[in-house]
């Protein structure tokens, strides 16, 4: 990848080092990945459990295109979302805010939990060709607690997002930190646009083990923050970029529906 900083890999790199010295059966690809070079989304397939990384035929994210898109016909998601206490972690390839029980979405006959939600930089799905600066996941488990539907939302530059103000104010900078502003809550309902359209196609999670079979909602309208909401996050090291690659489509459809 063309925008990867130099100081990012060298960082990067010696915390691999320091935790293969800890594991040693495990070769360097097995042992990590990441978004920097050697262990960039091109190796991901030799990590331990990615081999579908490489293999899987239905990966995310994918380049949506407005004018490509079939006329939806299945289920629309309908959201449940309650307020939740902000409980972030930095886990080494994004800021993740673990989100308290009780919110759900509707799909059909079928109920999610909404477990958690994340941000990749820049966006991880490109819409008519263009990545946005960022893009929040939000993802939706079983009753087993196995992943099912990610809603995934474009941010773009623009208005400040009050619902993030205290959290982004507070992200934990460095892998293994966790962060909890004293009070802060939020309502995931505020990370949705008001204008519910979706792309909707079939496909997996965007990192390892890139597991397929996931329900894959992508809002059609972006939401905003502010640019320095937006740096914010960019500015946390080693999480820029922490954006996969857009894969092929293959034999897929993607749909797409007007909503309400
Ligand atoms: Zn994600």
Not at 60 to 78: C, D, M, R
Not at 104 to 121: C, D, I, M, S, V
Not at 127 to 150: N, R
Not at 196 to 221: D, I, N, Q
């Amino acid at each position: 990848m063309s925008h990867i900083r130099a100081g990012s890999v060298r960082a990067l790199s010696s915390a691999l080092l320091t935790s293969l010295f800890l594991s040693s059966a495990a070769g360097a690809e097995e042992a990590h990945w990441g978004y920097a070079s050697t262990v960039g989304a091109d190796h991901w397939g030799e990590v331990s459990n990615g081999a579908m990384c490489a293999a899987g035929a239905e990966q995310s994210p994918i380049a949506l295109s407005t004018a490509s898109a079939v006329h939806a016909n299945g289920y629309t998601p309908s959201f449940h979302y309650g307020t939740s206490r902000v409980r972030m972690v930095n886990n080494g390839h994004t800021v993740q805010f673990n989100y308290d029980v009780g919110s759900t979405l509707r799909l059909g006959p079928n109920e999610y939990k909404l477990a958690q939600f994340h941000f990749h930089t820049p966006s991880e799905h490109t819409l008519d060709g263009e990545h946005f600066p960022l893009e929040v996941h939000l993802v939706h488990t079983d009753a087993a607690g196995a992943p099912k539907v990610v809603v995934g939302v474009l941010i773009e530059e623009g208005l400040v997002n009050a619902a993030l103000f205290s959290a982004f104010r507070h992200l934990p900078r460095h892998e293994g930190e966790e962060s909890s502003p004293v009070g802060a809550l939020i309502n995931a309902s505020a990370l949705l646009p008001f204008n519910r359209s979706f792309f909707h196609y079939a496909g997996s999670l965007t990192t390892p083990p890139c597991s397929e079979g996931l329900e894959w909602f992508v809002m059609k309208h972006p939401i905003q923050m502010s640019d320095s909401q937006i740096a914010a996050f960019e500015r946390l090291p080693h999480i820029n970029p922490n954006n996969r690659p857009v894969q092929p489509l293959n034999s897929r459809v993607v749909s797409a529906q007007s909503g309400h």
